[in-house]
């Protein structure tokens, strides 16, 4: 089927080359125009301007959106409500806050034009592997777009069943999910990047112990530990295997000491929106909390409350800080 993909970075640019291969026609666009150009040449029609993208969209037009959310999002679905007519559709497949999406949904839907928020996982390998896609929006939305979730998504692939479902023809198995109305696949979305903070948080410090293995703290044990293999043999067998360790142990073997690494971890939203909303629901995440936090502190040397600590220490026991170099 035809669709449009605005915004062509890591994930857009990759999401449009996995339609075309397999037969769609994919109209994009992209403000910096060299990546349309790109896109052109593998296949894609090109636009230069929001109007021509507009333009070159059949009624009722598709247009998948992935840009940065927040801002550029808002902007983008705005300038292309702008743009379309009753009966478009208009789909966000960044990583936004799912409250936005139910605001704009419903504005949209006053104008006649659908609305679908489509959490999207898969990284710079959704390419291969395909992409992990939650969604949310009207049931008739989802309906129109199934030909591009089925391309976009891995299929069943080579992973079994569950057991039990051998006879199911749900559309989970294939890796796509029409999760609730709007909203809902962002919210999804949104929990799973919190539960991925959470893993590689465990995975992170369960390799810091082996990393240090008696080094540290005056332990009077030391062990060398090869930490590229103990990854390795994880991944066979084990019930902490996931593609989390499997990248893990690709980084390990890369660079063992990781020092093409400075460790400061940034966080894209979501983990945040996580917190706000187990708040707001009163759900007790006490591990989630934890990796959201050790990401603020990775930002940080010792800190002003580090400090304070040591001062209190100093105060009531006259307990003074080893000497260190600076
Ligand atoms: N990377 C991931 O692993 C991943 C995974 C799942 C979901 N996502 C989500 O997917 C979305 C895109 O991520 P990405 O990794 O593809 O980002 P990216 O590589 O940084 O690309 C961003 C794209 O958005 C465009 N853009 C940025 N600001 C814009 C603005 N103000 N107006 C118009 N266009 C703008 C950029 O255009 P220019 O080329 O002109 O800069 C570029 O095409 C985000 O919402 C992200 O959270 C990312």
Redo the contacts with the bound molecule.
């Keep these: 089927m035809q669709i449009g993909i605005?915004?062509?970075?890591?994930?857009?640019?990759?999401l449009a080359r996995r339609l075309l291969r397999d037969g769609h026609e994919v109209v994009v666009y992209?403000?910096?125009l060299?990546?349309v150009q790109q896109l052109e040449q593998e296949g894609a029609t090109g636009s230069s301007s929001l109007d021509e993208f507009a333009d070159r969209l059949r009624w009722p037009r598709a247009a998948w959106i992935?840009?940065?959310?927040g801002?550029?999002?808002e902007?983008?679905v705005l300038a292309l409500a702008d743009r379309f007519e009753a009966g478009d559709l208009i789909i966000?497949?960044?990583?936004?806050y799912f409250k936005d999406d139910i605001r704009r949904a419903r504005d949209l839907w006053d104008r006649g034009i659908f609305y679908l928020d489509v959490?999207?996982?898969?990284?710079?390998w959704?390419l291969s592997r395909g992409?992990c896609l939650m969604i949310g929006g009207a049931g008739e939305a989802v309906e129109r777009l199934t030909p591009v979730f089925r391309s976009l998504a891995p299929g069943a692939g080579y992973i079994p069943p569950t057991p039990g479902r051998e006879e199911d023809t749900g559309t989970a198995q294939e890796g796509w999910l029409h999760c609730g109305p709007a909203g809902a696949g962002h919210f999804v979305?949104m929990v799973h990047?919190g539960i991925e903070y959470g893993l590689m948080q465990a995975y992170a410090e369960g390799f810091h112990i082996l990393s240090d293995a008696g080094r540290m703290g005056g332990a009077d044990y030391v062990y060398e530990l090869d930490l590229a293999e103990i990854a390795e043999v994880w991944r066979r067998g084990s019930v902490i295997s996931s593609w989390l360790l499997d990248l893990a142990a690709t980084a390990l073997l890369e660079d063992p000491g990781l020092a093409g690494y400075t460790g400061f971890v940034q966080d894209?939203?979501?983990g945040r929106w996580t917190l706000h909303t187990a708040i707001e629901q009163a759900t007790p995440v006490d591990v989630l909390a934890a990796a959201l936090l050790a990401r603020f502190r990775s930002r940080q040397g010792n800190t002003f409350a580090d400090k304070l600590l040591s001062a209190m220490r100093d105060q009531f026991g006259g307990h003074k800080e080893p000497p260190h170099d600076d």
Excluded: F, H, I, Q
């Excluded at 992935?66 to 959310?69: D, K, L, Q, R």
């Design positions: 605005a915004g062509l970075g890591r994930m857009g640019a990759n992209n403000r910096t060299a990546k992935m840009v940065p959310s801002r550029p999002t902007e983008m966000d497949g960044g990583n936004s959490g999207t996982s898969g990284g710079v959704g992409y979305k990047n894209s939203g979501e």
